[in-house]
């Protein structure tokens, strides 16, 4: 079984893995958490808040998601050096719940940074899922027109901007390139995720549904000689 399939079933708060064969426990926020384990901090609130159901974590998540995107947007030459030492600052602030000694018009740049975290968290946890292909990339045999056949449907540009509390202009202009450039970082961490569930959980339960099943046929067959 696939992580991405099984994972499909994580939606809700207590998980069945539910095959027929007695012995095998449920998928629970623990056993997510536990699955999760040895993962990089960014990826592992990540898997909570998706994957367990984890509300409690996503202020911890959008700060790793923010502090990632500053990385980036300095990488990228988005922001200069001085503004991105102005997001640590606000970082800081942010993590210890007191106000910011920026100025306004530095609290601007990292409130819409701030936002567009939350945007990309948003993007991450609702797929966005094509309602045409309902997110398998192809309608009628082809490949979907809705979203190119990649199974997802972005927000408009108009729904982003109000998302980030931009102008549509301003969106278009200079974030939504640095914004599309951010969305494989968060795609990354995801694979992560479901690589450490699969190896951590999935492979475990399918090695006991295995085992279940031998069980069985040895007392079938011991059944069936006596």
Request: one cysteine or more; proline letters at 3%.
């Amino acid at each position: 079984m696939r992580a991405e399939q099984a994972l499909a079933k994580l939606k809700v708060k207590t998980v069945r893995f539910d095959t027929g064969v007695g012995g095998i426990a449920d998928l629970t926020p623990e056993d997510i958490a536990a699955g999760l384990a040895g993962c990089e901090p960014g990826p592992y609130y990540l898997g909570l808040y998706k994957y367990s159901g984890d509300r409690s974590v996503l202020d911890v998540l959008e700060r790793y998601v923010f502090a990632a995107i500053g990385n980036l947007a300095l990488e990228k030459k988005v922001i200069t050096e001085e503004r991105f030492r102005l997001m640590a600052v606000y970082l800081e602030c942010w993590h210890k719940g007191k106000a910011s000694p920026l100025n306004d018009k530095q609290r601007n740049l990292c409130s819409t940074l701030h936002q567009l975290a939350r945007l990309l968290v948003d993007e991450i946890h609702r797929e966005n899922r094509c309602r045409t292909c309902k997110g398998t990339g192809l309608y009628q045999y082809r490949p979907c027109r809705g979203c190119n056949g990649s199974g997802r449907k972005e927000h408009s540009a108009r729904e982003q901007a109000k998302f980030v509390n931009l102008h549509v202009e301003s969106w278009l202009e200079k974030w939504q390139p640095f914004y599309t450039k951010c969305l494989p970082l968060l795609y990354g961490w995801e694979q992560i995720v479901l690589g450490h569930l699969q190896r951590k959980l999935y492979d475990r339960k399918e090695q006991e549904l295995a085992n279940a099943l031998y069980g069985q046929r040895e007392q079938t067959a011991t059944g069936t000689s006596g």
